[in-house]
């Protein structure tokens, strides 16, 4: 019986609550728990046994015989709000991200899985070439490619001249089964690219090296959340219901391409039609960012590294005349002489002679000559 009643609480005992620190299992709970069954766990003293340590904030004592958990920290403090805070960070980075991913040159997907894929469906060509398959990839090179230099530079990005609704948003489309990304996202980079040209905030900046600024920019995701925080300048796009809707269907369209493409020739047209005629522009357009600001000539004071580069002129249909569009970039023709190729300039002149381009934007002699390169 002594040792018995030595069990029981006396009147002046304090209760014993288990805390984090005297069982490790606690340290992962989230809400206070109640064991409203369990009898009262009593010690003659807090602190007087060496292995436990509570403090008297991190219990709450209630009327009833029970035992009470509360999640604490190893320094007993309450885990609620940095956990609170560590969630509102997380929600922050996704949000983030998912508007970095917007403002991109395509989707995610674009980046990480599609362009290596298409360089890997190159490969096949060799095996599958005929001329009908060549014949339909340098079809869709020439419309695919006028949609990105026609429609989505010159006309959506610069605004250097005017189209019907309707054939503006013809062009566009074109522009989308590029791959370059779809319009919204593609101007906004294009127009930050110009009001930030060869600084640390340029997207695809030279100054960060050759392969940064042709390719290695696309993947470069910290730079791609620093964008998506700075001011839209895409409002006129934004505003307007069939680019939101291919920004928002963008990876659709060229699957049907790939579709209709394997319908009609089978695997040779998707290799040809979709892997080498996107993956051969893609490094032409992305030449403009990169070899037209190291390699070639400047016949203007843009202020900047832009050239002038005729074979990247050749194959992107003018826009290897990177340093006469530097200078003046609101400039419907970029070919600004008579022996620079201008292939895009070319259609924009036969539009307005059917009526069908209008309010077309051309540099005036007067500032030709105040910005030309004067020599002694």
Known sequence: ???????????????????PQTCPLLRQMQTPIILQSSPSIYTTKVGQNRFFNCKEENYKRLSSPIVCFRPVSDDGENTQPQAAKNEQKRVEFWTRMTKSLEVAPGSQMAKVVLLPLLHCLCLFAPFCFSWDAFGVAFGLYIITGLGITLSYHRNLTHRSFKLPKWLEYFFAYCGVHALQGDPIGWVSNHRYHHQYVDTKKDLHSPIEGFWHSHVGWLYDTKAAIERSERPTNVGDLENQFFYNFIRNTYIIHPIILTTLLYAIGGFPYVVWGMGVRIIFYSHVIYSVNSVCHLWGNQAWNSGDQSRNNWLVALLSFGEGWHNNHHTFEYSARHGLEWWQLDITWYIVRALQAVGLATDIKLPTDAQK??????TT
Do not use: Q
Not at 1 to 17: Q, R, V
Not at 369 to 374: C, D, E, G
């Open 369 to 374: 000559k105040k910005m030309a390169l004067t």
């Open 1 to 19: 019986m002594a040792c018995l009643s030595s069990l029981w609480p006396s009147p002046g005992a304090k209760p014993f609550f288990f805390s």
